[in-house]
């Protein structure tokens, strides 16, 4: 099942830095994904006047932990677009298309594209569906991801390593 769809300039980087480890900070699927495993989220304001995001607990990174085994024991799927104007476009087409469980958000994407991006989708469905460690030293680019995973993240047993 495809979990989350997103788009960025540097598509594996995007993956590897910010989903496959990292913190809910830096990430909304990580974000998305703790609060289906029932973990909360706090906000704070840092002196400088950002917003510091953490996993409510007296340790996040045990709930950071929990969430990156959730993810690393997923596949991703990506397509390198031809310009990051054209992958962000892109996205909210294959978010109308495969409808991903964590996903908020949605977009009408330029319909005058539509036969493009079909064609960009077969090819994104068709791509292969390679772990965390298999994306170092793949081609990057500007681009759209899809998580996909055999279980939903509010089945993921917490504490698991499964399918590392």
């Not at 704070?44 to 024991?73: A, C, F, H, M, Q």
């Not at 469980?101 to 005058?112: F, G």
């Not at 791509?127 to 993240?153: D, F, N």
């Amino acid at each position: 099942m495809v979990i989350y769809v997103g788009d960025t300039q540097d598509v594996v980087n995007r993956i590897l830095t910010n989903h496959c480890r990292g913190n809910v900070e830096g990430s909304a699927l990580r974000r998305h994904v703790a609060q289906v495993m029932g973990y909360g989220i706090k906000s704070t304001k840092r002196p400088s006047g950002s917003t510091k995001v953490r996993i409510d607990l007296p340790n996040p990174r045990k709930g950071e932990t929990d969430i990156s085994n959730y993810i690393r024991s997923g596949k991703w799927r990506y397509m390198i677009c031809d310009s990051y104007k054209e992958a962000h476009d892109f996205q909210w087409y294959v978010i109308e298309q495969l409808k991903p469980l964590l996903n908020k958000n949605s977009q009408p994407c330029n319909r005058n594209n539509l036969q493009r991006y079909q064609i960009l989708l077969t090819q994104l469905t068709n791509s292969p569906a390679l772990g965390c460690t298999q994306l170092r030293g793949m081609q990057s680019g500007p681009g759209v991801y899809a998580l996909h995973h055999q279980q939903e993240a509010r089945n993921w047993q917490i504490g698991s390593k499964q399918g590392e």
